[in-house]
């Protein structure tokens, strides 16, 4: 057997068709066959019960003859002889009959005849008990029971007495053919009802494995890039497992799109600084003898282009780590106030630069599990931002607290803020709402990306609150103990 030969077979054993086929088919023929082995044995039973109630009453009406005949007492008689002998044709048994002194007076057989009987059934007949045994094996039934007399008693009661007992034989080997023709009926029916198993079990099978063929089939044609959906509305859990499905693919057909832009978003926005370092290289080329200053001013140009072009691959790489489902977080338990205070005092700078006040308020110390790194270009871009986007003379508010389970970072600034439409977008990436002004600033429109990424793998969230022309505030918050 070959390896696919092998595979289709391992597949055919491990299929829901051929389980539900197995099991319908089980349900149907194992009752059967134990229910035809109760018809059996108990056709074969009522067929026996029926002879012996049949030699029962043969015995009596023999007992019967030989009492009021008077055999034992006065010897042989015709009719008793002859009712005998009808019997032991009729049904082919053996009659014996013994007498009160336990001698054997007559025997089909006669081979018995004269001798003396004191068998433990003829002893317990003679005081009055029917005794029976019935032997299937051996196919015979054997009954050992009292000839009983009544006379008057002089008080005028009736007495009965044991005057011998009569001994019968009867075979019961017909049964056999009575077993085989009813075992052969119990075959057919059993086959009749093993091959309409066989079709409802191979129907059942079929039917019920449809929707799950339909299902596969959808899932390998879009699998091989032809397009479509997956709606099956059969069994509800196909249709769970059919809605999750288009869930994913409706997920992947997004996260394609994004994928396709995320792509042309960063070639454009990685060759606009190539394409200004060429303008100006070129314009430096094109006009000789273009005095010092000018050049200076131009290579000044295409530094600052060369660094705007280092930010967004940096950011862009950072990106990238933080978006691997395996980045691991270095996470270790923090002072959440001492990064902050070190990040404002690094940003004080640049602040006072502007004319910006920046202002730390805090309500309790508070220590968290969280990655320092990660944390604290969170909290750099949030600060930084604030700075870049406010108006001169304004402030940045950085406010922490923290619940028992929560730790809240508020940034609050006083600058140009954010149309609402645009607040939903602040987290894309490469977004930005006035692209010159970004540039001015020498932002990439990648650090609310990252941001956002980095506080929800520490299980947090990031919210924001802005107004055109007031102001701008982010709210983060992040769960005090990280749990994997
Ligand atoms: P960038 O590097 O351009 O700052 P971000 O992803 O950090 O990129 O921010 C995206 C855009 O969101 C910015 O270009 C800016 O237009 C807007 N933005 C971010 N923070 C603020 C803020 N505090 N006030 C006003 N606008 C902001």
């Given at each position: 057997m070959n390896n696919s030969t092998k595979k289709r077979t391992w597949r055919f054993v491990k299929s829901f068709k051929l389980r539900v086929f197995v099991v319908i088919t089980l349900i149907i023929i194992v009752p059967t066959i134990l229910g035809s082995i109760f018809i059996f044995n108990m056709a074969s039973d009522g067929y026996l019960n029926k002879k012996i109630d049949k030699y029962k009453s043969s015995n009596t009406m023999l007992k019967n003859s030989i009492v009021s005949e008077g055999d034992l007492e006065n010897g042989n008689s015709v009719v008793v002889d002859t009712q005998i002998a009808q019997l032991s044709k009729q049904y082919n048994c053996r009659i014996e009959i013994v007498d009160s002194r336990y001698n054997i007076v007559k025997d089909t057989d006669s081979s018995e005849i004269g001798k003396t009987s004191v068998s433990e059934f003829v002893i317990r007949a003679m005081t009055g008990e029917n005794v029976y045994v019935s032997n299937k094996k051996k196919r015979y039934v054997e009954f050992t029971e009292p000839i009983i007399t009544t006379a008057p008693t002089a008080d005028g009661k009736t007495k009965s007495s044991t005057i011998g007992v009569l001994y019968i034989n009867y075979s019961i080997a017909d049964i056999d053919s009575y077993n085989h023709m009813l075992s052969r009926y119990v075959i057919i029916a059993d086959c009749l009802i093993i091959v309409f198993a066989l079709l409802m079990a191979w129907l059942c099978s079929v039917i019920f494995n449809r929707p799950i063929k339909k299902i596969s089939q959808s899932i390998e044609k879009i699998s091989l890039g032809q397009s479509g959906n997956i709606k099956e509305n059969d069994y509800s859990e196909i249709v769970e497992i059919s809605n999750e499905f288009q869930k994913m693919i409706d997920r992947m057909n997004t996260q394609e799109t994004s994928r396709q832009e995320f792509v042309s978003n960063v070639s454009h926005e990685l060759k606009t600084p190539i394409t200004s370092m060429k303008v100006l290289a070129e314009s430096l080329i094109g006009n000789q003898g273009v005095p010092e200053e000018l050049y200076q001013e131009f290579l000044q140009d295409i530094c600052k282009e060369i660094d705007r072009e280092n930010d967004i691959i940096t950011d862009l790489l950072d990106l990238v780590k933080m978006e691997?489902?395996?980045?691991k977080l270095n996470i270790s338990s923090v002072n959440i106030n001492e990064i902050l205070e070190t990040i404002l005092k690094r940003l004080k700078l640049i602040a006072e630069s502007k004319n910006i006040e920046l202002v730390f308020e805090t309500f309790r110390p508070v220590i968290a599990d969280v990655d320092e790194l990660k944390f604290a270009s969170v909290a750099t871009n949030l600060v930084e931002n604030a700075i870049k986007y406010n108006n001169t003379d304004g402030t940045v508010t950085v406010s922490l607290n923290s619940d028992h389970q929560y730790f809240y970072l508020k940034v609050i600034d006083t600058g140009i803020g954010i149309s609402e439409e645009d607040q939903e977008r602040v987290f894309e990436r490469f977004f930005r709402v006035d692209k010159a002004r970004a540039r001015e600033t020498g932002g990439t429109g990648l650090g609310l990306a990252i941001t956002k990424d980095i506080v929800q793998k520490h299980h947090g969230s990031i919210k924001i609150h802005s107004k055109e022309g007031e102001g701008t505030t982010f709210i983060v918050r992040m769960p005090l103990k990280y749990i994997v």
């Open positions: 691997r489902t395996d980045a």
